[in-house]
């Protein structure tokens, strides 16, 4: 189980955008996020007719190493880290460290 899935809000722990906050577009095979609004960079883009895309600098969200980036906990309003256990019914669950409190029942 992954400790990180799409759509979660997370803080930047490390990097020129250490601090921000934002939420989880995709995760990639090879451990990797791209967070929304995180590590933009220009990219300077021909034109293709065939797919009708435009040419010219274009922002885009590059992905981040998942060890650089920490779930927000909205208890503490503190980026936390996160474990996952087992629940009585076998199922599996994420939870913060910090507390306890279960992520996602």
């Known amino acids: 189980m992954n400790k990180i899935k799409k759509g979660d809000d997370v803080v930047i722990t490390s990097g020129r955008d250490k601090g921000k906050r934002g939420t989880v577009l995709r995760l990639l095979a090879d451990s990797q996020v791209v967070v929304e609004g995180i590590n933009k960079v220009k990219k300077h ?56 409190e279960v992520i996602d029942v």
């Open 45 to 100: 883009q021909r034109p293709n007719p065939m797919k009708n895309t435009q040419g010219g600098i274009i922002d885009k969200e590059m992905p981040l190493h998942i060890s650089n980036v920490a779930l927000f906990n909205p208890a503490t309003k503190k980026a936390d880290r996160v474990g996952v256990k087992v629940l009585e019914d076998k199922r599996r669950v994420r939870y913060f460290k910090s507390n306890g």
